[in-house]
């Protein structure tokens, strides 16, 4: 069977790329080894994660917030099944949901392990076994397989004791004892979730801090506020071993013991190309095993494209989206565009943190004069009517022009306040374009405005 395109994965990146392509005409076709749409995205990885921290928090305001709000209730008490009930009811909606607009956009979706034939050939094989592989034909192809959790040689996966995030998202029973290798987004947030249900966590870190790409005062603040929350936090610690229920590291010389019933493995994620015969059809790779692109998502291969996880950049659901929009656009003999440079990171704890662009520190690093406005949101109405009044918003502009370099912000629902910097900083905007544009009030994004007036010392709100 042939088609114009063939995308093979179906995450974020690929099933938008595809979807993409169909609204401009092409026949196209989707492989997709899962029987289910989404990839990692919506089945074991943002999607339930956030369902699961949405959950959690609930649990945490009926047992210690809700009184503050005159509501008595009685006894709070977790009900595991349900809590992950819940998690897999989300995640079904959502992949149902993809399967649909599939189908409303005529995408063949086929389900198997697609492997290179030729530059123009895939060959599936069905998840069953039993009958022969199928060959598909396409001008082009777009690898789009995601990425899968690293494994540390000294702790394998074995799905029950040491475990990746796949994992930790359905333990059957909440662990007494948790301890989360790596302080990034993937290890906070589902260390996060399991102390909400009453595990003892403790992160360890290599790096001398967490979120490492984050600012010195943002991660100092947002590490005192997870400490206070329970989390145990144990940074510039390697980790060398673990045995009988206890993970041995060592920092300085000396040997740290943490014991622990689950381990949760959360370093990194690696490209995912296992068994695509890339070599066979002569597809290159960079120095650290990515799918080597150019600046239009072309591999060395005519007619083969790579998106998402598999090449350089952020390993993030909507930077794989963008990715798919442009490769599928540029396929369409369209001018599609990506940039790069203002791609938002975000941490989905409670309070969030999120940023664009430079932050403080990288931006100096650079050489360049920079201003930073700062606001805190226990100045902002709104956070103080939510109880929300933890953590700030940073902006940094460029001393000389104004120009936005950057925003970070830790606080409530810094994930949604971080996307109108990233739409300023689009079009090349300055922070007082920014202090300019009228905000809503009360509102938490308030505080992104005074933010950006701090940046010339004008913010109206603070001394």
Known sequence: MTFDLIVIGAGPGGYVCAFRAAQLGLK???????????????????????ALLHSSEHLVWARHHAAEHGIKLGGVELDLPAFLKRKDDVVSRLVGGVAQLAKARKVTVITGTAALVDPHTIEVTAPAGGTPPSRYSAKHLVIATGSAPVELPFLKFDGRTVVSSDHAIAFD??????????????GLELGS?????????????????????????????FTRILQKQGLKIETGAKVTGFDQGVLTAERDGKKLEFPADKVLVAVGRRPYTDGLG???VGVKLDEKNRIAVDDHLRTSV????????????????????????AVAEWIAGKAGHINWDLVPAIVYTSPEVAGVGLGEDAAKAT????SVGRFNFAANGRAISAAAVEGYVKIIADTKTDRLLGAQILGHNAGELIS??????????SAEDLARTIHAHPTMSEAVKEAALAVSKSALHAL
Request: proline fraction near 6%; hydrophobic fraction near 45%; aromatic fraction near 4%.
């Open 173 to 186: 029973s909440v662990p007494r004892r948790l301890v989360v290798v790596g302080g990034g987004a993937i």
């Open 193 to 221: 979730v399991w102390s909400r249900l009453g595990s003892e966590v403790t992160v360890v870190e290599f790096l001398p801090k967490i979120v490492a790409a984050y600012d010195e005062d943002i991660v100092r603040n």
């Open 278 to 280: 890339l070599e066979k």
């Open 302 to 325: 005519p007619g083969i494209w790579a998106i998402g996880d598999v090449v350089a950049g952020p390993m993030l659901a909507h930077k794989a989206e963008e990715d798919g929009v």
């Open 367 to 370: 050489g360049r004069a920079v």
């Open 28 to 50: 196209v076709a989707l492989v997709e080894k899962r029987p289910t749409l989404g990839g990692t995205c919506l089945n074991v990885g943002c999607i339930p994660s956030k």
């Open 420 to 429: 109108e910097v990233v739409a300023h900083m689009e079009y090349g905007g």
